[in-house]
């Protein structure tokens, strides 16, 4: 089995606790042999024959994915797909099939699968395609943090602060703020440096994004 020495860095420099592949098929010996394959290169595995097995096991919330064979016993994989989607157990997902077509695909990429391999498929595929996973949702769960970060913030705000920071990131100037709450420009101004403030806002286009990530309606009002 040929793993490339950068792919095989990336895994080991990170603790295999902190890394997991989840593979779901009801076949035993390719479970074993995928098993085989994920552990040589530092990653932690979790195996399972079907999707009620893996519903009902608990599994490490830490940067993973799934490896998920499209044709599971009692629900298809495309079908699995979407009921975890709506989950905490939510993670990338990359599919194996012996016989996928074109529509199948199309609809495994457009549901956010990682990727879709024909069997048989080379073990680099597999492993790169895994690693690629792995990352997507290590990257979602910074990002999550961050939000959770800005929400904690947001939320010491004041009513009145809320509103002036979503005015204000929606493009107004102080004074056309001031128009739309019945304030004066002074008493807008003083609400504007306290949102900067306790948003830790280094600059307006600072707060902007923040505000987007937040989802606050900010388009530009005319």
């Known amino acids: ?19 997991l592949a989840v593979v779901v098929d009801d076949d035993p ?10 552990r040589s290169i530092g990653l932690k595995v979790e195996l399972f024959a ?3 097995e893996f ?20 629900m298809s994989g495309l079908d699995f797909q979407r009921q975890i989607a709506a989950t905490e157990r939510n993670m990338p997902v990359i599919f194996m099939t012996g016989f996928g077509d074109i529509p199948m695909t199309v609809r495994a990429m457009k549901a956010g699968a990682v990727d ?54 929606s493009g107004l100037m102080n004074k056309q703020v001031a ?23 280094r600059s307006l286009a600072d707060l902007v994004r923040m505000a987007e990530a937040l989802g606050l309606e900010t388009g530009r009002r005319g």
Do not use: H, W
């Open 116 to 169: 879709f391999l024909t069997k048989p498929f080379r073990d680099q595929e597999l492993l790169d395609a895994v690693l690629a996973g792995i990352g997507q949702d290590r990257d979602r769960r910074r990002a999550d943090g961050v939000t959770d970060g800005l929400k904690a913030l947001y939320d010491t705000l004041s009513g009145r602060e809320q509103e002036v920071m979503t005015l204000v990131c």
């Open 1 to 19: 089995m040929s793993v490339s020495a950068s792919r095989a860095g990336a895994a080991a420099s990170a603790p295999a606790d902190e890394q």
């Open 55 to 74: 519903m009902a096991a608990r599994i490490a919330d830490v940067p993973r994915c799934l490896v998920l064979d499209i044709r599971l016993p009692g």
């Open 50 to 52: 079907s999707a009620a």
């Open 179 to 201: 128009g739309e709450i019945g304030l004066s420009e002074v008493t807008v101004k003083i609400y504007r440096g306290q949102v900067m403030r306790k948003m830790n806002a």
């Open 29 to 38: 010996s390719v479970r074993e042999a995928l098993s085989s394959l994920l």
